[in-house]
């Protein structure tokens, strides 16, 4: 999806702050936020009504603020199957991310808030998002990295493929991850390929088969 094209956009915040700053950064920017919703149930009706091309969707909302967000991001892709979700959170929580990459149709995004001030980069992951990929917070990657089970999926990985499926996981493209790890975009085709052999993912279109190996590597 190219950088310049304007998004149409829903925000479900509760913190009147955080969401009129959202508003103004995105209007700024040449976006149209054509609904702003403070509750779960509020953002399904307005996801199922507009069909945003992306949604950003505070974790916590009323009214117990554990978990509404989440719910509701859930709820609006089964109304609206693969419609573009960014949820913004205060902690990590895994569990989260793992729940929304259950369907395995991508279009997902896990931020903390904290990375919300860094404009260019939350805007990218918008428009990433909006594309149909997966784009993960570094530190939620990360912290995948020290959750293990007794049976370790990863552990038929190189170190090298690894790295490039947390790449992966943060939603970067091929060519975004030979840049990162200084090596040709060939050797880093090889190794998603040899990701999607080692994990025994069918034989499928390109983007389908990287949300499986993605979601490998959150239950892993």
């Known amino acids: 999806m190219p950088a310049e094209r304007g998004l149409r ?3 479900a915040d509760d913190a009147v702050l955080l969401r009129e700053g959202l508003v ?18 509020a953002l399904v009706a307005a996801v199922v009504a507009h069909a945003p091309d992306v949604s950003i969707v505070d ?10 967000g989440l719910r509701a991001a859930v709820e609006a892709r089964s109304r609206r199957p693969g419609c573009p979700i960014v949820v913004l959170s205060q902690y990590v929580e895994l569990s989260y991310a793992d729940d929304l990459l259950a369907d395995r149709a991508g279009a997902i995004g896990y931020l903390l808030k904290d990375r919300v001030a860094d404009v260019a980069d939350f805007l990218d992951a918008l428009h990433r998002v909006a594309g149909g990929a997966t784009v993960l917070d570094q530190e939620v990657v990360s912290q995948l990295f020290v959750r293990r ?36 975009e060939g050797a880093v085709e090889k190794h998603v390929t040899n990701i999607f052999t080692k994990f025994d ?20």
Not at 158 to 165: C, K
Not at 212 to 218: F, G, H, I, K, Q
């Open 9 to 11: 956009i829903v925000i």
């Open 24 to 41: 103004r950064l995105l209007t700024e920017n040449g976006h149209d936020v054509v609904e702003v919703v403070g509750d779960g149930p």
């Open 59 to 68: 974790v916590r909302m009323p009214p117990s603020f554990t978990d509404e």
């Open 149 to 184: 089970r007794d049976r370790d999926p990863l552990a038929v990985l190189t170190a090298r493929e690894r790295e490039v499926l947390a790449l992966m996981a943060q939603g970067r493209s091929n060519t975004a991850i030979a840049r990162e790890l200084v090596v040709t």
């Open 201 to 220: 993912l069918p034989r499928d279109d390109e983007q389908h088969r990287r949300v499986l190996a993605v979601l490998t590597y959150l239950r892993s």
